[in-house]
């Protein structure tokens, strides 16, 4: 009988040569992911803020330092900038110092569930509003409305007494709880915020107000 051609498309061979290939080549791309996005969201040192090294997510002691947010021509997207150092409930915070303080915002976060109103870095709920880049928001800044109302001279004191007394200070049509927010867990909750508004996220959330002039000028923001 004569040898028949075998199409190379209809070859069991062929096709379980190509399957264990695709799978060889899957797992080695999934393992270096893997390491990339482990090393991508590492939180950075003190001694990277001191030197100047920018970390996708920087270290804590990031909240003794002042946090701007610009556009980057080459990625299309604003992206944090971290500048010169500026006291933080009127002092600066050591390394532990910091991190104890973030510890205890997030684990009031979680405690108080702000997450079943908020968004934060994309995950959570949206009766309220998106708290990723809070801290940036121009009407906390100096001369804005919302920390005005506080009567406090620094973002940092209009937040925390916002957060301790909310519906002493409608600032949005649904109105935050009064949640029991203690002076030592609004620091946190603050300090946490501020942490948050660091990182790196790719230009999450999309059409945040980065400046003042655009506030004044009626832009939109994600308070």
């Not at 973002?155 to 935050?176: D, G, I, K, N, W």
Request: with cysteine.
């Amino acid at each position: 009988m004569a040898n028949k051609n075998v199409s190379v498309w209809t070859s069991i061979p062929f096709w379980r040569r190509s399957a264990a290939w695709v799978t060889g080549f899957a797992a080695i791309l999934l393992i270096w992911l893997t390491f990339d996005t482990l090393g991508q969201i590492s939180m950075g040192t003190d001694a990277d803020l001191k030197n100047g090294v920018t970390k996708r997510v920087p270290a804590a002691t990031v909240i003794n330092y002042h946090i701007d947010y610009k556009m980057d021509a080459k990625r299309g997207h604003e992206v944090p900038v971290i500048g010169e150092k500026q006291p933080f409930f009127g002092k600066e915070w050591s390394a532990k110092e910091a991190a104890d303080l973030l510890h205890l915002g997030k684990l009031t976060s979680q405690a108080k569930n702000c997450m079943n109103c908020h968004t934060l870095l994309g995950n959570g709920a949206y009766f309220a509003p998106d708290l990723t880049k809070a801290w940036l928001d121009p009407a906390w800044q100096n001369g804005g409305p919302l920390q005005g109302m506080t009567g406090k001279s620094t973002v940092e004191e209009a937040m925390a007494e916002f957060l301790q007394h909310p519906s002493q200070y409608p600032t949005h049509a649904r109105m935050m709880p009064n949640l029991g927010i203690t002076a030592d867990e609004a620091k946190g909750l603050v300090a946490f915020l501020k942490h948050m508004s660091s990182i790196d996220t790719n230009g999450f959330p999309r059409n945040f107000s980065k400046t003042v002039d655009q506030f004044k000028a009626g832009g939109t923001n994600a308070h």
